[in-house]
Protein backbone atom coordinates (compact mmCIF):
# COMPACT_ATOMS: atom_id res chain seq x y z
CA UNK A 1 0.00 0.00 0.00
CA UNK A 2 1.70 3.35 -1.11
CA UNK A 3 0.15 6.98 -0.29
CA UNK A 4 -2.45 7.20 -3.05
CA UNK A 5 -3.67 3.64 -1.75
CA UNK A 6 -4.84 5.90 1.32
CA UNK A 7 -6.57 8.39 -0.51
CA UNK A 8 -8.35 5.74 -2.38
CA UNK A 9 -10.11 4.87 0.83
CA UNK A 10 -11.34 7.73 1.24
CA UNK A 11 -12.43 7.81 -2.14
CA UNK A 12 -14.42 4.69 -1.77
CA UNK A 13 -16.29 5.88 1.83
CA UNK A 14 -16.84 9.38 0.76
CA UNK A 15 -16.64 9.99 -2.78
CA UNK A 16 -18.34 13.14 -2.95
CA UNK A 17 -16.44 14.74 0.31
CA UNK A 18 -14.36 17.97 -1.01
CA UNK A 19 -10.76 17.25 -0.67
CA UNK A 20 -9.13 20.10 -1.99
CA UNK A 21 -10.83 23.50 -2.72
CA UNK A 22 -9.09 25.78 -4.92
CA UNK A 23 -11.56 28.01 -8.08
CA UNK A 24 -13.20 24.96 -7.58
CA UNK A 25 -14.00 22.37 -5.85
CA UNK A 26 -12.09 18.71 -6.16
CA UNK A 27 -13.76 15.33 -4.46
CA UNK A 28 -12.21 12.39 -3.04
CA UNK A 29 -13.41 10.63 -6.11
CA UNK A 30 -12.23 13.22 -8.11
CA UNK A 31 -8.19 13.71 -6.51
CA UNK A 32 -7.99 10.23 -6.47
CA UNK A 33 -9.37 9.76 -10.40
CA UNK A 34 -6.82 13.00 -11.43
CA UNK A 35 -4.10 10.77 -9.58
CA UNK A 36 -4.23 7.88 -11.43
CA UNK A 37 -4.89 10.04 -14.84
CA UNK A 38 -1.70 11.18 -14.39
CA UNK A 39 0.60 8.11 -13.27
CA UNK A 40 -0.45 6.89 -16.35
CA UNK A 41 0.59 9.84 -18.20
CA UNK A 42 3.37 9.95 -16.47
CA UNK A 43 4.44 6.23 -17.30
CA UNK A 44 3.71 6.87 -20.92
CA UNK A 45 6.02 9.64 -20.47
CA UNK A 46 8.57 7.29 -19.45
CA UNK A 47 8.52 7.93 -15.85
CA UNK A 48 9.55 4.42 -13.76
CA UNK A 49 10.91 4.17 -10.49
CA UNK A 50 13.58 6.22 -9.08
CA UNK A 51 12.87 8.82 -11.94
CA UNK A 52 12.37 12.58 -10.39
CA UNK A 53 9.45 14.90 -11.31
CA UNK A 54 10.18 18.72 -11.06
CA UNK A 55 7.49 21.24 -10.11
CA UNK A 56 7.92 25.18 -10.96
CA UNK A 57 4.41 26.73 -9.63
CA UNK A 58 2.44 28.70 -6.92
CA UNK A 59 0.18 25.92 -5.00
CA UNK A 60 -1.77 23.80 -7.02
CA UNK A 61 -4.10 20.59 -6.51
CA UNK A 62 -2.29 18.97 -9.11
CA UNK A 63 1.05 19.32 -7.18
CA UNK A 64 -1.09 17.24 -4.82
CA UNK A 65 -2.28 14.46 -7.60
CA UNK A 66 1.36 14.30 -8.78
CA UNK A 67 2.65 13.60 -5.72
CA UNK A 68 0.18 10.41 -5.27
CA UNK A 69 0.76 9.63 -8.90
CA UNK A 70 4.53 9.30 -7.89
CA UNK A 71 3.88 7.23 -5.05
CA UNK A 72 2.35 4.46 -7.59
CA UNK A 73 5.16 4.60 -9.68
CA UNK A 74 7.58 4.50 -7.41
CA UNK A 75 8.86 8.11 -8.15
CA UNK A 76 10.10 11.07 -6.62
CA UNK A 77 8.30 14.91 -6.61
CA UNK A 78 11.09 17.63 -6.78
CA UNK A 79 8.81 21.05 -6.05
CA UNK A 80 11.08 23.84 -6.67
CA UNK A 81 10.94 26.87 -4.79
CA UNK A 82 9.98 29.66 -7.07
CA UNK A 83 11.61 32.54 -5.35
CA UNK A 84 15.25 31.49 -6.40
CA UNK A 85 16.79 33.00 -9.28
CA UNK A 86 17.18 31.35 -12.92
CA UNK A 87 20.85 30.15 -12.10
CA UNK A 88 20.07 28.76 -8.95
CA UNK A 89 17.25 27.22 -10.57
CA UNK A 90 19.12 25.62 -13.40
CA UNK A 91 21.76 23.94 -10.77
CA UNK A 92 18.90 22.40 -8.60
CA UNK A 93 17.94 21.12 -12.25
CA UNK A 94 21.32 19.71 -12.99
CA UNK A 95 21.56 17.82 -9.66
CA UNK A 96 18.02 16.76 -9.52
CA UNK A 97 18.00 15.44 -13.12
CA UNK A 98 14.52 15.14 -13.63
CA UNK A 99 12.59 13.80 -16.46
CA UNK A 100 9.67 16.32 -16.26
CA UNK A 101 9.32 19.54 -15.38
CA UNK A 102 6.00 20.82 -15.09
CA UNK A 103 5.67 24.98 -15.07
CA UNK A 104 2.96 27.07 -14.36
CA UNK A 105 2.30 29.93 -16.32
CA UNK A 106 3.13 32.71 -13.97
CA UNK A 107 7.02 30.82 -14.07
CA UNK A 108 7.04 29.91 -17.90
CA UNK A 109 10.09 32.69 -18.34
CA UNK A 110 11.57 32.18 -15.58
CA UNK A 111 14.04 29.60 -16.91
CA UNK A 112 16.05 31.22 -19.92
CA UNK A 113 17.03 27.51 -21.27
CA UNK A 114 16.00 24.14 -20.76
CA UNK A 115 17.96 21.48 -20.24
CA UNK A 116 19.23 18.47 -22.33
CA UNK A 117 16.73 15.53 -22.14
CA UNK A 118 14.27 17.56 -19.92
CA UNK A 119 10.69 17.72 -21.01
CA UNK A 120 9.15 20.78 -20.14
CA UNK A 121 5.02 20.95 -19.47
CA UNK A 122 3.00 23.25 -19.15
CA UNK A 123 1.11 22.59 -15.14
CA UNK A 124 -2.67 22.86 -17.43
CA UNK A 125 -1.47 20.42 -19.78
CA UNK A 126 -0.17 17.58 -17.54
CA UNK A 127 0.36 14.03 -19.64
CA UNK A 128 -2.87 12.42 -18.05
CA UNK A 129 -4.48 9.17 -19.84
CA UNK A 130 -7.90 8.27 -18.05
CA UNK A 131 -8.09 4.26 -16.79
CA UNK A 132 -7.20 2.27 -14.05
CA UNK A 133 -4.16 2.94 -11.97
CA UNK A 134 -0.68 1.47 -12.62
CA UNK A 135 0.72 -0.44 -9.95
CA UNK A 136 4.89 0.02 -10.49
CA UNK A 137 6.21 -3.61 -8.95
CA UNK A 138 9.42 -1.21 -7.44
CA UNK A 139 6.75 1.04 -5.38
CA UNK A 140 6.48 0.81 -1.67
CA UNK A 141 7.03 3.06 1.29
CA UNK A 142 10.52 2.01 1.80
CA UNK A 143 10.84 4.00 -1.79
CA UNK A 144 11.80 7.81 -1.80
CA UNK A 145 8.88 10.15 -2.72
CA UNK A 146 9.83 13.80 -1.57
CA UNK A 147 13.07 15.22 -3.10
CA UNK A 148 13.38 18.81 -1.12
CA UNK A 149 16.34 21.21 -1.73
CA UNK A 150 17.59 23.12 1.48
CA UNK A 151 17.69 26.54 1.30
CA UNK A 152 21.53 26.87 0.14
CA UNK A 153 22.24 29.23 3.30
CA UNK A 154 26.26 28.38 3.44
CA UNK A 155 26.99 26.59 0.16
CA UNK A 156 24.97 24.69 -2.80
CA UNK A 157 21.19 23.53 -1.66
CA UNK A 158 21.36 20.06 -1.18
CA UNK A 159 18.77 17.48 -1.81
CA UNK A 160 17.37 15.68 1.43
CA UNK A 161 15.11 12.39 0.01
CA UNK A 162 12.02 12.06 2.02
CA UNK A 163 10.58 8.13 1.56
CA UNK A 164 7.04 7.09 1.57
CA UNK A 165 7.36 5.54 5.02
CA UNK A 166 8.84 8.64 6.80
CA UNK A 167 5.89 10.91 5.06
CA UNK A 168 3.68 8.45 6.67
CA UNK A 169 4.93 8.48 9.98
CA UNK A 170 5.16 12.57 9.91
CA UNK A 171 1.30 12.05 8.78
CA UNK A 172 0.39 10.29 12.00
CA UNK A 173 2.85 13.05 14.01
CA UNK A 174 0.76 15.73 12.76
CA UNK A 175 -2.51 13.96 13.18
CA UNK A 176 -1.65 13.42 16.78
CA UNK A 177 -0.58 17.02 17.40
CA UNK A 178 -3.26 18.90 15.80
CA UNK A 179 -5.64 16.14 16.82
CA UNK A 180 -7.28 15.91 13.33
CA UNK A 181 -10.20 14.34 12.14
CA UNK A 182 -11.93 14.24 9.09
CA UNK A 183 -14.06 16.61 10.07
CA UNK A 184 -11.45 19.31 9.93
CA UNK A 185 -10.80 22.02 7.58
CA UNK A 186 -7.23 22.78 6.50
CA UNK A 187 -6.11 26.40 4.91
CA UNK A 188 -2.98 26.09 3.43
CA UNK A 189 -1.00 29.01 2.66
CA UNK A 190 2.50 27.80 2.31
CA UNK A 191 4.35 26.93 -0.16
CA UNK A 192 4.10 23.46 -0.96
CA UNK A 193 7.85 23.48 -2.08
CA UNK A 194 8.47 23.76 1.47
CA UNK A 195 7.58 20.63 4.14
CA UNK A 196 5.73 23.09 6.03
CA UNK A 197 3.12 23.68 3.74
CA UNK A 198 2.94 19.87 2.32
CA UNK A 199 4.01 17.59 5.30
CA UNK A 200 2.67 20.07 8.44
CA UNK A 201 -1.16 19.76 7.68
CA UNK A 202 -1.63 19.24 3.75
CA UNK A 203 -0.53 15.78 3.44
CA UNK A 204 -2.30 14.38 6.59
CA UNK A 205 -5.01 16.10 6.12
CA UNK A 206 -5.80 14.24 3.02
CA UNK A 207 -4.90 10.68 4.48
CA UNK A 208 -7.09 11.81 7.50
CA UNK A 209 -10.05 12.63 4.90
CA UNK A 210 -10.44 16.04 5.86
CA UNK A 211 -10.69 18.94 3.79
CA UNK A 212 -7.83 21.77 2.41
CA UNK A 213 -8.43 25.19 1.21
CA UNK A 214 -5.37 25.57 -1.25
CA UNK A 215 -4.53 29.22 -1.57
CA UNK A 216 -1.99 29.92 -4.49
CA UNK A 217 0.37 31.83 -2.22
CA UNK A 218 -0.25 33.46 0.96
CA UNK A 219 -2.20 36.35 0.89
CA UNK A 220 -3.23 38.37 3.98
CA UNK A 221 -6.85 39.66 2.69
CA UNK A 222 -6.97 36.24 1.29
CA UNK A 223 -6.26 34.61 4.35
CA UNK A 224 -8.81 36.94 6.83
CA UNK A 225 -11.26 37.01 3.96
CA UNK A 226 -10.74 32.90 3.34
CA UNK A 227 -11.78 32.94 7.61
CA UNK A 228 -14.71 35.68 7.86
CA UNK A 229 -16.84 33.76 4.42
CA UNK A 230 -16.78 30.57 6.38
CA UNK A 231 -20.38 29.88 7.13
CA UNK A 232 -19.48 28.84 10.62
CA UNK A 233 -17.40 32.35 11.09
CA UNK A 234 -19.90 33.67 13.02
CA UNK A 235 -20.55 31.40 15.77
CA UNK A 236 -16.69 30.13 15.94
CA UNK A 237 -15.64 29.29 19.47
CA UNK A 238 -11.73 30.60 19.10
CA UNK A 239 -11.27 28.81 22.40
CA UNK A 240 -11.01 25.31 20.46
CA UNK A 241 -7.74 27.00 18.44
CA UNK A 242 -5.07 24.17 18.99
CA UNK A 243 -1.86 25.87 17.91
CA UNK A 244 -0.79 29.45 17.42
CA UNK A 245 2.46 31.08 16.01
CA UNK A 246 4.68 32.26 19.10
CA UNK A 247 4.77 35.58 20.25
CA UNK A 248 8.58 36.90 20.98
CA UNK A 249 8.74 38.55 23.85
CA UNK A 250 9.51 42.02 23.98
CA UNK A 251 13.30 43.29 23.59
CA UNK A 252 14.78 44.10 27.03
CA UNK A 253 16.63 47.40 27.57
CA UNK A 254 20.84 46.65 27.55
CA UNK A 255 22.09 46.53 31.51
CA UNK A 256 23.57 50.07 33.00
CA UNK A 257 27.34 50.39 32.80
CA UNK A 258 29.34 48.88 35.39
CA UNK A 259 31.55 50.67 37.15
CA UNK A 260 35.50 49.50 36.93
CA UNK A 261 37.91 50.24 38.68
CA UNK A 262 41.43 52.22 37.50
CA UNK A 263 43.53 49.88 35.55
CA UNK A 264 47.44 48.86 36.08
CA UNK A 265 49.57 51.00 33.99
CA UNK A 266 52.27 48.12 33.70
CA UNK A 267 49.71 45.16 32.50
CA UNK A 268 46.55 47.40 32.07
CA UNK A 269 44.58 44.98 33.78
CA UNK A 270 42.09 45.57 36.62
CA UNK A 271 43.65 47.09 39.61
CA UNK A 272 42.28 48.01 42.71
CA UNK A 273 42.31 51.63 42.90
CA UNK A 274 44.99 53.47 45.69
CA UNK A 275 43.30 55.10 48.58
CA UNK A 276 43.81 59.09 48.15
CA UNK A 277 44.43 61.29 51.67
CA UNK A 278 40.94 63.13 51.76
CA UNK A 279 41.52 67.50 52.07
CA UNK A 280 40.63 68.01 55.62
CA UNK A 281 42.90 65.10 56.23
CA UNK A 282 46.23 67.96 58.08
CA UNK A 283 49.69 66.56 56.38
CA UNK A 284 51.22 64.29 58.29
CA UNK A 285 55.52 64.78 59.23
CA UNK A 286 57.70 64.08 56.75
CA UNK A 287 58.94 60.49 57.46
CA UNK A 288 61.20 58.48 55.03
CA UNK A 289 59.46 56.60 51.93
CA UNK A 290 58.34 53.88 52.71
CA UNK A 291 59.02 51.09 49.59
CA UNK A 292 55.14 50.23 48.53
CA UNK A 293 54.78 46.59 47.46
CA UNK A 294 53.93 45.87 43.69
CA UNK A 295 50.51 45.75 43.56
CA UNK A 296 49.23 42.14 42.47
CA UNK A 297 47.28 41.70 39.62
CA UNK A 298 43.65 41.35 40.08
CA UNK A 299 42.54 39.50 36.85
CA UNK A 300 40.65 36.77 37.80
CA UNK A 301 42.60 33.28 38.89
CA UNK A 302 42.13 31.35 35.59
CA UNK A 303 43.83 34.40 34.17
CA UNK A 304 47.25 34.59 36.12
CA UNK A 305 49.80 32.77 37.94
CA UNK A 306 49.98 33.32 41.38
CA UNK A 307 53.54 34.29 41.29
CA UNK A 308 53.54 36.69 39.47
CA UNK A 309 53.04 40.21 40.10
CA UNK A 310 53.11 43.72 38.12
CA UNK A 311 56.21 45.03 37.69
CA UNK A 312 56.98 48.89 36.81
CA UNK A 313 59.95 47.58 34.35
CA UNK A 314 59.44 48.52 30.54
CA UNK A 315 57.27 45.84 28.59
CA UNK A 316 56.20 44.18 31.71
CA UNK A 317 54.31 40.96 31.90
CA UNK A 318 51.27 39.88 34.51
Known amino acids: M ?8 HAAATPDKAAVCQDGVMTYSGLSARAAALARGLAGQGVRAGDRVAVLAHNHPDTLALLLACSRLGAMLAPLNWRLAAPELLWILRDAAP ?33 PAPHDAAAGHEQGLLLVYTSGTTGRPKGAVLTGQAMLANAAMSRHMHAMTADDHVLTVLPLFHVGGLNIQTVPALLTGATVTLHPRFDPGATLHAL ?3 PAWPGADLSSLRAA ?6 SRPPPP ?3 RPAACR ?6 RPRR ?23 RPARWTTPARTCRTAPRARC
Do not use: E
Request: proline fraction near 23%; charge should be neutral; charged fraction near 10%.
Open 228 to 230: YAH
Open 276 to 298: RPSASTPPSAPTSPTPVPPARCA
Open 99 to 131: RILAVDAAHAGLLPAALPGLQVVPMDALPSDPG
Open 257 to 259: PRS
Open 245 to 250: PPVPPP
Open 266 to 271: SCKSMA
Open 2 to 9: VLADLVDL
